[in-house]
């Protein structure tokens, strides 16, 4: 039995009147690929983002490597070791390919040779690119360069939202077998995704959102027969 | 130090020697009078480029803060100065070893009312961010207009009525371009070292930076907190350079003249700010032959350079290797490898 890494507890998240998340508790253990997948509006980003801070949950609980985080500023977070590759990327695009990694490190300031030269690694056409402006790359090495910058910061777990989103499938591929790597390199990852096919294929564990709440978990290849799971989200219109 | 740095200093202090002694016997006092401006509009322009440019956050309230270094540092002078000038007798060294106190509390009081302004205002965006800055901008210039201890609505003049021979005024084009030269320094040291890359992440994109743990509050109070102390300066500058200072001259319209200089400029240039700073200021007086002409023309030129170059003059380059920009040592050597 691996050591818990991630845990939330009976989470609440309101924006306003809208409740986005009512009483989500999962939980991740060091080693793992976990994803959460759902529809558009089932509150997957709000998870994340209230995972690493960037939004306020109106109750619960979040545990990061067995400290209460929940009230924590984003970079606490992150120098605790938790990363967020947010939704859409968000590269620094008037900053180079080396700025935006750059930037990546500032919570481990002084180990930046390391995470460079691991970024150069799983991503070798960061290097070519290493003096354009981020805005300039492609949308696969914007998301390549999003992940690489998350990962400067020598995370324990990375959160990924929706890496593949607006790729060709051919760089979903390459983005799902990347991610991979990145987890036989020792890093836990959480992986929202709606392309649900590709997630479950490389997860060990996933939970389906359902408007906000926890309707579906269990080991991604139970759910990937799961029949509710099939008709949902791998479009699959005989399964029963 | 190295041999190159002290040469570039040296050049500088000679540059600026120069500039103290040739410039009024080569120029009439007028342009004197315009060259003292143009120095401390690029203090001003270059302090708000950090906030604007370098930060991403639209604040049009400066004139407010140059408001408060000029009135703090006058009535430092009035007040306290004068007792000080006259009891050490006023000698040309007692008064530049005097001169840069006045300044430095102006650039202090500046930046204290920076600190109370940012801390609320920037938890505002964008639109909302501008106005809020423009309110402070304008309470800060009315408040003043309402102390009497420093004139009011009569305008503070820099003689002090128990001293009446001490003169409080500093024209000297040397100590203008000197503190306009430190305050390039000091910014361009900020923004280009290592640390200063958090200042354009913020402005590129605040959600990412916060993400991979940017204390983005912290940051843009920070920029708000130094863009107001070096407003402050240039406020303090001013009053001294002038003798006479009137809220009237840090109303609003100061404050959209700054903007203009960091927009016009580049935003994200520090030698953008400097040259549109220069150019800016200089234009309406180049002008000055045309009449009422004079500010139509201004404003066709402000309007054709937006259109026809919508980045500003410089965009988001330096025209020289600012030497501090370690990032650009490091982006230099990135090109030379690829």
């Known amino acids: 039995m691996s050591e818990t890494l991630l845990e939330v507890d009976s989470l609440d998240v309101r924006y306003g009147a809208i409740h986005a998340l009512r009483g989500v508790s999962f939980e991740v253990k060091a080693g793992e690929i976990v994803t959460l997948i759902g529809s558009n509006g089932a509150g997957k980003s709000t998870l994340l983002r209230a995972i690493s801070g960037l939004v306020r949950p109106s109750s619960g609980r979040i545990l990061l490597r067995g400290a ?157 027969r799961d029949p509710r799971v099939r008709r949902a989200y791998l479009g699959d219109e005989s399964a029963e | 130090m190295s041999g190159a740095s002290l040469a570039r200093i040296g050049a500088l202090l000679l540059a600026l020697a120069a500039l103290q002694w040739l410039a009024p016997l080569a120029l009439n006092p007028y342009y004197v009078t315009i060259l003292a401006r143009i120095g401390i509009a690029i203090t001003a322009a ?186 402050g300066v240039a406020g303090a500058l001013f009053a001294h350079t002038e003798g006479y200072i009137h809220t009237n001259s840090f109303s609003f319209v100061r404050s959209f003249e700054l903007v203009a200089f960091v927009v016009l400029g580049g935003l994200g240039s520090l030698s953008g700010a400097v040259l549109a700073a220069t150019v800016l200021t200089a234009l309406p007086e180049v002008l000055r032959g045309l009449g009422e002409w004079r500010m139509i023309l201004y404003s066709l030129l402000l309007i054709t350079t937006m259109i026809v170059r919508p980045q500003g003059l410089l965009g988001q380059r330096e025209l020289l290797p600012l030497p501090w920009s370690a990032h650009r040592g490091a982006r230099r050597a990135g090109r030379g490898a690829a």
């Open chain 1, 68 to 224: 209460d985080v929940t009230r924590f500023a984003p970079e606490a977070i992150v120098a605790l070791g938790c990363s967020h590759v947010p939704e859409g990327r968000r590269i620094f695009a008037n900053l180079t390919v080396l700025e935006n990694l750059q930037m990546g490190a500032w919570a481990k300031r002084g180990r930046e040779a390391q995470g460079l030269e691991r970024a150069f690694a799983l991503f070798p056409r960061l290097r070519e690119r290493l003096t354009q402006a981020g805005g300039t790359l492609s949308g696969g090495e914007q998301q390549m360069l999003a992940i690489g910058r998350a990962l400067m910061a020598e995370p324990a777990v990375l959160l990924l939202d929706e890496p593949s989103l607006g790729l060709a499938p051919l760089l979903v591929r390459q983005i799902f077998s990347i991610v991979r790597e990145i987890n036989a390199q020792g890093t836990t990852v959480v992986l929202v995704e709606q392309n649900a096919h590709q997630a479950l294929g490389i997860a060990s564990r996933a939970y389906v959102l359902e408007t906000g709440a926890l309707a579906i978990s269990g080991l991604a290849s139970d759910l990937a």
């Open chain 2, 46 to 231: 270059v302090s708000l480029q950090l906030v604007n440019g370098f930060t991403g956050q639209f604040s049009i309230g400066h004139a407010g803060f140059m408001a408060l270094g000029a009135y703090s540092s006058a009535a430092f002078s009035v007040y306290l100065g004068a007792a000080v000038l006259d009891s050490l007798g006023g000698g040309g060294l007692v008064r530049l070893v005097y001169f840069p106190f006045p300044l430095i509390c102006g650039g202090l009081v500046a930046a204290l009312a920076g600190l109370v302004v940012a801390v609320p205002a920037l938890r505002l965006r964008g639109d909302y961010l501008a106005i809020a800055t423009l309110g402070a901008g304008e309470i800060i210039r009315i408040a003043i207009l309402n102390i009497d201890a420093v004139g009011g609505a009569r305008g503070f003049s820099l003689a002090s009525s128990a001293y009446p021979s001490v003169d409080l005024r500093f024209d000297s084009l040397a100590g203008v371009y000197g503190v306009a030269v430190l305050t390039i320094a000091a910014i361009a040291r900020l923004v280009y070292s290592g640390g200063g890359l958090a200042f354009r992440a913020v402005r590129e994109d605040e959600i990412a930076a916060e993400s991979l743990g940017v204390p983005t509050t912290r940051v843009k109070v920070e920029a708000f907190l130094v863009s107001s102390f070096f407003a």
